[in-house]
């Protein structure tokens, strides 16, 4: 795959390392520089934008430090969110609901 595109040349995820599973092109910008794009199998993509002539992050790797801290402020909200409807005073059907369906219980 790596002689189909002409700026991205990546054979796996720099991050994690994982393969990659998908190239393609795209339309051609009236500089000459045509589109491109890589997936890999973590869910990685970049692409190549040739309207500024640069490559750009459009999904980012799972395990890149920005996905994990982002992962462990989630995880902080959801394990206060938990506590503040285990102390709610509301019935425990109730409680099930707002955790399981969502908020549009309150
Ligand atoms: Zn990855």
Redesign the pocket.
Known sequence: MADFLHHLNQMS??????ELIKEEKGSIHSNGHREESQS?????KHRYEPSFMGIRVTEQ????VSQMEKRQKLEAVKNALDEVLRLADIDEELKYKVKNYGWQYI
């Open positions: 995820c720099p991050i994690c390392g994982s890999f199998e973590c869910g990685f790797c799972p395990q890149h």
